[in-house]
């Protein structure tokens, strides 16, 4: 099966050392990666890049009401600002939840859900006193995780409705949920940090949901994350045996993990040499994504081998996750990082040449060609002073 040439964390690596000067020291490999890694950031976030942009999915849950709560302001046997239920179990989501205790009209904010039946509530966005008589209350989901390689939101679609829905800002959200405890089909959006779970992103919703139901969307992604670099001793450690028609790897001394999996796995030609990429001194003879981890010594590819190699070296890297378009911009802006880093003489020329590599990939950035039609008829047009006059006129 043919497969696509990637470009990948390690050419980056031997690109960088060859601007370098070849200089491939500890030292000048910690630089380097960190050049790598901010130019990946750089390119992600310069751009809309429509090859980033990706379909996801909430779904929405309904709110829970079963039996009635208390509520210890202070003091309490669990927790200060302890809600306690005391029929039923309160549902494995309540932590982001908001809780409208009786007929008040605000929202009590959830801090943590400390067991099957205990809350603690936020210490300031509570009742600020005790209920202890039981009261009804509803539990509502306050927002929804988005994907952990959410980076920006796009447009929204409810399962009734295609329509664009706003998506507001923290203020804004806030003033039109403040007092408003309806119910019902979502109609505003909000994407804001969540408290104290650092680097998730959540989408909250208004009205909230009456219903279990779904919310699709699209949003920006980020590039995966680079981890191996194929440089390092665990990268290629060991050596692998595959057979032609089979997607199975079999290591030797290898040091294969879980988190592997999505890495490229670079197959050697022989128990000598690390293969590097196409433009090294030992071209990989096979190149697959990892698709499954079995164990230290076995790992599963994502498509057949199509040469059968015994006991030869390999290399583990990360795929640089851009669309082909951008692999020249993104190495020209490694060497940006670098220049500046080492108040390079020529850092201008760098940074000029980064700026022309760039301009290229956002004008390459468009993946349908528009309908041409050859020689199209315009419509005839009369001029004012041709109408005839009539008394319809």
């Known amino acids: 099966m043919a497969q696509p040439l990637l470009y990948t964390y390690y050419?980056?690596?031997?690109?960088?050392?060859?601007?370098?000067?070849?200089?491939?020291?500890?030292?000048?490999?910690?630089?380097?990666?960190?050049?790598?890694?901010?130019?990946y950031r750089e390119i992600n976030d310069i751009h809309d890049w429509k090859f980033l942009y990706k379909q996801g999915r909430v779904h929405l849950v309904a709110p829970y009401t079963t039996g009635t709560c208390t509520y210890d302001h202070s003091g309490g046997s669990t927790c200060e600002n302890q809600l306690t239920l005391t029929?039923?179990?309160?549902?494995?989501?309540?932590?982001?939840?908001?809780?409208?205790?009786?007929t008040e009209n605000y929202f009590?904010?959830?801090?943590?859900?400390?067991?099957?039946?205990?809350?603690?509530?936020?210490?300031?966005?509570?009742?600020?006193?005790?209920?202890?008589?039981?009261?009804?209350?509803?539990?509502?989901?306050?927002w929804y995780d988005l994907p952990w390689d959410f980076s920006e939101l796009s447009e929204v679609w409810t399962e009734d409705s295609y329509k664009n829905a706003p998506i507001l800002g923290w203020n804004d959200f806030e003033a039109v949920t403040k007092y408003n405890t309806e119910t019902g089909t979502p109609d505003y959006y909000c994407v804001r940090p969540v408290q104290d779970l650092y680097g998730t992103m959540g989408l909250w919703i208004y009205p909230r949901a009456?219903?279990?139901?779904?919310?699709?969307?699209?949003?920006?992604?980020?590039?995966r994350q680079l981890r191996y670099s194929g440089w390092d001793a665990n990268d290629t450690v060991g050596t692998i045996t595959v057979v032609a028609g089979n997607a199975g790897v079999t290591g030797s001394s290898t040091?294969?993990?879980?988190?592997?999996?999505?890495?490229?796995?670079?197959?050697?030609?022989?128990?000598?040499?690390?293969?590097?990429g196409l433009d090294g001194n030992y071209p990989f003879d096979d190149e697959r994504i990892i698709?499954?981890?079995?164990?230290?010594?076995?790992?599963?590819?994502?498509?057949?081998?199509t040469t059968s190699r015994s006991g030869v070296k390999y290399c583990l890297t990360d795929p640089i996750d851009l669309h082909p378009i951008v692999y020249t911009a993104f190495q020209?802006?490694?060497?940006?990082?670098?220049?500046?880093a080492k108040n390079m003489q020529n850092k201008a020329e760098v940074f000029a040449a980064y700026q022309d590599a760039l301009f290229i990939a956002k004008n390459a950035d468009c993946y349908t060609t528009p309908r041409q039609v050859a020689a199209h008829r315009?419509?005839?047009?009369?001029?004012?002073?041709?109408?005839?006059?009539?008394?319809n006129m």
């Open 255 to 276: 040091v294969f993990a879980s988190r592997h999996v999505g890495s490229v796995l670079r197959v050697g030609s022989d128990s000598t040499h690390i293969p590097t």
């Open 332 to 340: 020209r802006c490694v060497e940006k990082h670098l220049a500046i």
């Open 210 to 223: 009456d219903a279990a139901g779904v919310i699709d969307f699209i949003y920006k992604r980020k590039p």
């Open 378 to 391: 315009p419509s005839p047009t009369t001029r004012l002073a041709d109408y005839s006059v009539t008394d």
């Open 11 to 39: 050419d980056a690596l031997a690109a960088a050392t060859d601007f370098l000067g070849g200089n491939a020291t500890s030292a000048a490999q910690g630089e380097i990666k960190r050049a790598i890694q901010a130019a």
């Open 87 to 102: 029929t039923g179990t309160w549902p494995s989501w309540a932590a982001s939840g908001v809780v409208q205790i009786g």
């Open 291 to 305: 698709s499954a981890y079995t164990g230290a010594t076995a790992v599963t590819l994502d498509t057949t081998i």
């Open 108 to 142: 009590c904010h959830v801090a943590a859900r400390k067991s099957d039946t205990v809350l603690q509530l936020d210490p300031t966005l509570n009742p600020g006193e005790d209920v202890s008589t039981a009261s009804t209350y509803s539990i509502f989901k306050q």
